[in-house]
C-alpha cells in the first residue's frame, strides 16, 4: 500500500513546512492521464547534497546573539530531523566581501609559506562550523573557494578590485590551498573540494580575481592539479568556474576539453545571478556527461527582504531548474546576516534565509529557508533523480528517490490563483491541491 507524507508552505497562510492530510492514490480510471505522471523506471543524477556557506560575516553575526539564539539557528539548519538536514558547507579561503576586511594567512613575500597560520579563522569560522557539525553529527561535503590571492601575488597588489595572479607566483598559490586543507584538516575538517577561483569574470569592489578560460585551465592543469597529486590529496576535488550560468559553455570548454586539465576536475560550480538559463547547465552535462555540476552560490542581493515571499520563490525556482538539469547539489551563500544585512567590508548588502537582529536578539525566518527546507529535508545525500512527464503549464516539479525506496516529488505554484494537480504513479492517480505561491512536498513510500 502507497502511504505518503504531504508537507507545504504557503504565502498568506501560518503553513511553513506544515503538514497536510496526505495525498490518497487510487487507481485510475480507463483512459485516464496524470498532469504529472512520475517514471521511476528513468535514472539521472545522484544528489550529494544541500547547505550554506559558514562566511565570516555569518560566524561574527551568530556570536552576537545569546547562545540560546545561537543554538537555535544551529538546529534550524543541520538538525538531522528538526531541522534543514545540511550536509553540505561551503568556506572561503581566507577574506571575501562578507568578511570583516581583507586578511591572508601568510606575511607578505613569503614565498615559503612559512608563516601560514589560519589563527584568523579560531576567532569565528571555526567554532561555527564545529559547533554546526556537532548538531548534524558528523562532517559536512565542504567546498572551499578562495576570493583573491594575497595583494603581493597580484597583478594589481591590493585583494580588491580584480587583478589577476602573477605568473611567477602560481605554483605558491596552488600550494596555498594545500596548506589551508591541510590545516583544516588538522581541526577536523576535511575538505571535499575546492573551487580555482570564486566568480573569475568579474572585477568586484571587494576581494576578486580575474582569470580567463585559459588561464584557469593553465593553472589548473600545470599547478593546482599537480600541487593536490604532490601533497597526497588526490581524493580533493577541483571546481571549476564557480560564477554564473550565463557563459558558463563558453567558459568551461576549453578547460574539460583539454585531457590534461580536464583530468584534474571534478565539475563546474555555478551562481544565479546572471539569468536563469537552466538550458545552459544541461548542455554543459551533454558535453561533458563524465564531469559533475554543482551549485555553489545564490542569495538575494540589495539589502534585507524581510517578510517577502519573491525571495523563497526564486530559491524554489532556481533549486527545480538546476536539478531538472543534472546539478548535484545546492549551496546558498550566508547563513545568517545581522539587521543590516551585513556585515560586509565593502558594503555590499544582501539577505539570507536567516536573519539574526543583533540589537533585539530576535531570529527571523525568510520564506527562503521554508523553501529550501522543502528541497533538503526530503531529498537526502544519494537520491536519485528519477523521470516525470508533465502536462500541466505553470506548475514546477522535479522528483527524487531516496536511498530508503521512498520517493520525494516538490511542485511549485508561483501564480496567484489556486491549483489542481494530479500525479501519477504507475496505474495509480492522486490528487494534489496547490494553494496560490505555495511549495508542496510529497514523500512516496
Not at 586578511?103 to 589560519?118: K, P
Not at 530559491?315 to 560586509?344: F, S
Amino acid at each position: 500500500m502507497v502511504t505518503v507524507q504531504t508537507v507545504v508552505t504557503a504565502k498568506e497562510t501560518g503553513e511553513r513546512l506544515s503538514r497536510r492530510d496526505a495525498l490518497v492514490f487510487g487507481q485510475k480510471d480507463s483512459g485516464q492521464t496524470a498532469d504529472i505522471q512520475l517514471q521511476p523506471e528513468q535514472e539521472f543524477q545522484s544528489i550529494i547534497g544541500f547547505g550554506g556557506a559558514f562566511t565570516e560575516a555569518a560566524a561574527y553575526t551568530l556570536s552576537r546573539m545569546s547562545p540560546a539564539r545561537r543554538s537555535e539557528v544551529l538546529r534550524s539548519y543541520f538538525h538531522p530531523e528538526e531541522g534543514l538536514g545540511y550536509s553540505m558547507g561551503r568556506v572561503h579561503i581566507h577574506s571575501c566581501d562578507f568578511a570583516l576586511g581583507n586578511y591572508t594567512y601568510v606575511q607578505e613575500q613569503d614565498t615559503e609559506l612559512a608563516t601560514f597560520d589560519i589563527a584568523h579563522d579560531h576567532q569565528w569560522v571555526l567554532p561555527l562550523i564545529k559547533d554546526a557539525m556537532k548538531v548534524k553529527g558528523g562532517p559536512f561535503t565542504m567546498l572551499a573557494s578562495p576570493w583573491s590571492p594575497p595583494a603581493w601575488m597580484k597583478t594589481n597588489g591590493e585583494m580588491n578590485n580584480g587583478g589577476s595572479l602573477k605568473p611567477e607566483y602560481a605554483a605558491v598559490w596552488a600550494r596555498y590551498y594545500t596548506k589551508f586543507i591541510e590545516a583544516y584538516r588538522k581541526e577536523g575538517i576535511p575538505v571535499w573540494a575546492v573551487s580555482v577561483q570564486n566568480e573569475p569574470a568579474a572585477v568586484q569592489t571587494w576581494d576578486s580575481c580575474v582569470y580567463s578560460a585559459e588561464e584557469e585551465r593553465d593553472f589548473v592543469k600545470n599547478h593546482l592539479g599537480p600541487a593536490l597529486h604532490q601533497a597526497g590529496m588526490d581524493d580533493v576535488n577541483i571546481v571549476i568556474w564557480d560564477h554564473n550560468r550565463d557563459i558558463m559553455i563558453e567558459r568551461v570548454t576549453p578547460i574539460l576539453s583539454d585531457p590534461e586539465a580536464a583530468k584534474y576536475v571534478w565539475g563546474t560550480g555555478i551562481h544565479w545571478y546572471g539569468g536563469e538559463e537552466f538550458d545552459k547547465v544541461a548542455k554543459v552535462h551533454e558535453l561533458f556527461p563524465d564531469k559533475h555540476v554543482l551549485f555553489t552560490e545564490g542569495c538575494q542581493e540589495g539589502g534585507l527582504r524581510l517578510g517577502e515571499w519573491f525571495t523563497g520563490e526564486r530559491y524554489g525556482r532556481n533549486i527545480i531548474g538546476d536539478l531538472n538539469a543534472w546539478t548535484e547539489g545546492y549551496l546558498d551563500w550566508n547563513l545568517v546576516l545581522d539587521e543590516t544585512g551585513g556585515p560586509n567590508h565593502v558594503g555590499n548588502f544582501c539577505d539570507a534565509p536567516i536573519i539574526a537582529d543583533t540589537v533585539t536578539d530576535e531570529v527571523h525566518y525568510n520564506s527562503s529557508y521554508y523553501y529550501i527546507g522543502h528541497f533538503s529535508k526530503y531529498i537526502a545525500p544519494g537520491a536519485v533523480r528519477i523521470g516525470l512527464e508533465s502536462a500541466i503549464e505553470g506548475i514546477l516539479s522535479t522528483a527524487f528517490r531516496n536511498p530508503d525506496g521512498s520517493i520525494a516529488v516538490v511542485l511549485m505554484n508561483e501564480s496567484d490563483d489556486a491549483r489542481r494537480v494530479t500525479l501519477g504513479l504507475g496505474s495509480e492517480l492522486a490528487v494534489c491541491q496547490l494553494p496560490p505561491h505555495s511549495i508542496a512536498t510529497h514523500v512516496i513510500s
